[in-house]
Nanobody, 122 residues
Framework: QVQLVESGGGQVQAGGSLRLSCAAS????????MGWFRQAPGMEREFVAA????????YYGDSVKGRFTISRDNAKNTVFLQMNSLKPEDTAAYYC???????????????WGRGTQVTVSS
C-alpha cells in the first residue's frame, strides 16, 4: 500500500512559478513509476509528467514540455513538480500518482493522492 500526499498548490499570476511536492509512504518511490496528472472542471484527467523506475527516464505531456520539470528526492521519498511560465490554462487540480509499471495513462496508476489546486490568473 502506498500513501501519497500533495502540497504546494496555490494561486499565481501568469508567468509565475510553483513547486508541487508529493510525499510518499508505504513504499519507496525509487521502486515505483511516479506521475503527475491534472484535471480541470469538466475535463478529463490529463497526463502531465512522470519519472520512471529504475532508469529515471522523464516523460512530459506536450502542453507542459519546456516549462515543467519532474524530479524525485530518494532520501525524502518525495517527488516534485517544478512549474514555470505558468499559463491560465494550467489551472487545475494536480494529482500525484504511482504505478508499478511504465505508463502515461491514468488508468494504469494504482495509487493516487487527493490533489492540490493550482490557479493561474491572467
Amino acid at each position: 500500500q502506498v500513501q501519497l500526499v500533495e502540497s504546494g498548490g496555490g494561486q499565481v499570476q501568469a508567468g509565475g512559478s510553483l513547486r508541487l511536492s508529493c510525499a510518499a509512504s508505504g513504499q519507496t518511490v525509487t521502486q515505483l513509476n511516479m506521475g503527475w496528472f491534472r484535471q480541470a472542471p469538466g475535463m478529463e484527467r490529463e497526463f502531465v509528467a512522470a519519472v520512471m523506475w529504475p532508469d529515471s527516464f522523464l516523460y512530459y505531456g506536450d502542453s507542459v514540455k519546456g516549462r515543467f520539470t519532474i524530479s524525485r528526492d530518494n532520501a525524502k521519498n518525495t517527488v516534485f513538480l517544478q512549474m514555470n511560465s505558468l499559463k491560465p490554462e494550467d489551472t487545475a487540480a494536480y494529482y500525484c500518482a504511482a504505478a508499478p509499471h511504465f505508463s502515461t495513462s491514468a488508468d494504469s496508476f494504482v495509487y493516487w493522492g487527493r490533489g492540490t489546486q493550482v490557479t493561474v490568473s491572467s
